[in-house]
C-alpha cells in the first residue's frame, strides 16, 4: 500500500478540527494540555512504523491503560474474572454509579472505571499495589522496547485528589464484597495505572499483540493467548469507548479504547495497531480529532472489520 496519499488524506481531514473539543479539566494536570496537538502512529506487522504530527510526544494514557490490565488479568486468572465484571456494554458515562446498585456491585464490563477498578483490585490482591504497576510498567516498556515509559506522578496524584467519583464506586462496590483490597489500596494502582505516559509510537507498538492474535509479529512473543486476544478485542468494540461506543464502531468499525487524556487505541487484525491523541474530547470523553483521524484511515485502507 502507498502510505503517502493516505496520510495526506488523514492531515487534510484532521485539519479544520484541530484544537476542537474540550479538554478533561476536571483533572487539573491534564486541564493544561495544549488543545492543539495531534499525533498519530500506524505500526503494521511487519514492524513498519508510520507516524503524523506529534507521535513522539507522551501524553497520558488514562484508560487505555485497562486494555493492558486486562491482558494482565486474564493472564493470571483465566475464566475466572468474568464471576466479578460483566461484558456489556455500559450505555452510561464512565463514572456511572446508576448500574451498580441494580446489579449488585457487579460492573457492566473492565472498560468503564467501576469495571477496571475490579481488575485492578483482583490483580492487587494477587501481589501488592507497587507489584501490580512495576508489573505493568515492565510489561509496556517489553512490548513497546522502550525502556523511557513511566508513570507521570503530577497526573497520579491530581487523580487522586479529584477521585471522589472512583473512591464512590469503589466503596458502593466493596458493599456487596466485589472488592478484596481496602478500597485506598486498590484505588492507589489504579490512579497510578492511568497515570502512564506514552507516545502513539510506543502505544501502538506495545499493543501490536493485539492485531495478530496476541503473539507480537516481530518478537514471536505470545503476549496472550490467541483466545484471550479475541476476548480483549471483543470488549474493546463493544465497550471501549462508553456512552459512545456505538458510534464509534458505526463510524470506524475498529476494536478501540479511547482514554480522557485524548489518546485512542484502535486495532486492524491482520493488519497493525493505530494510536492517535489529540486532548479535546467529545462528551463522551473521546478525541474528536483522534476519531476523524480514524475515520480518515479506515476509508482509505478498507481495514474494518465489517468489511
Known sequence: ???????????????????????????????????SKFGMAVVLGSGEMLTLGDSHEPFSIQSISKVFTLSMALRWFGESVWDRVGREPSGSAFNSIIQLENEKGIPRNPLINAGAIVITDMLVAASSADAVVNEL??????????????????VAESESATGSRNRALAYFMASFGNMNNSVEESLGAYFRQCAVRMSCRQLARAALFLAFDGRDPITREQMVSREYCRRINAVMMSCGHYDNSGDFAYRIGLPGKSGVGGGILAVAPGH?????????????????VGAVA?????????WSVFV
Open 1 to 35: 500500500m502507498d502510505w503517502k496519499p493516505v496520510l495526506a488524506a488523514i492531515e487534510a481531514a484532521t485539519a479544520p478540527h484541530i484544537g476542537s473539543g474540550k479538554v478533561a479539566d476536571y483533572i487539573p494536570a491534564l486541564a493544561r494540555v495544549d488543545p
Open 137 to 154: 510498567i515492565a510489561r509496556l516498556r517489553r512490548f513497546s522496547g522502550d525502556e523511557t515509559i513511566k508513570i507521570d506522578e503530577e
Open 272 to 288: 497493525g495497531v493505530i494510536a492517535t491523541w489529540s486532548p479535546g474530547l467529545n462528551a463522551a470523553g473521546t478525541s474528536m
Open 294 to 302: 480514524l475515520e480518515e484511515l479506515v476509508e482509505a485502507t478498507g
